[in-house]
C-alpha cells in the first residue's frame, strides 16, 4: 500500500428504496478495501454519532421525481448540521435517470451537498462528459459535486466509473 493513501477509515452513508443505492456502495466498498477500511451505513438505521465517528465519509443517494432527495435521507439530513462534518473530508455519490429525469438528473445528492459542504473538505468531483442530460443541480462549475451514476441507461458503465472513482479519492482523503 502506498504511503499517501488515506490510513484513517471511511463511513459511507446511503440511502436507497429500490436497492441501486446499495449496490453500488457496496461495489465502492469493495474497491476502497484494497486500501483501507471502509464502514457502510444505512441512514434508515445510522446515527449522528456514527456519523461524528469518522474523518473521511462518502454520503450516497439516488434520486426521486423531481430531484427528490430519497425518503430515509428526508428523515436523516434534518439531524445533521455542517459542524457534523466540519474539517472532515467528504465525497458524494449520486444515482439518476438521465433520459427519464434530464432535466433534475442526480439532484438528490444535492440536498445533502447543499447543506453539509460547506464546512467540509469535498473531494471526488467528476466530469460531465458521457452524460446526456439537461440540468442538474448536482453540477457546480462544471462538474458533478461527486460520482454520478446512471443505472438505467449506462449501468454498463458503473464499473469503469466507480474504479477510476476510488483510485481519485483514496489518495485525497485523510
Known sequence: MPNDVCKKPIGIFYGTDGGNTEKVVEQIAEELREYVDVKIFDVAKASRNDLRRYENLIFASPTYGEGDLQSDWEDFLPK???NDVAGKTIAFVGLGDQDGYGETFGEGISHIY???????????KTSTDDY???WSKSVVRGKFIGLMIDEVNQDDQ????????VEDIVYKFN
Open 132 to 134: 446526456q442530460f439537461e
Open 114 to 124: 447543499q447543506k453539509l459542504a460547506h464546512r467540509a473538505i469535498v473531494v471526488g
Open 158 to 165: 458503473t464499473e469503469d466509473r466507480i474504479a477510476e472513482w
Open 80 to 82: 445533521l448540521s455542517a
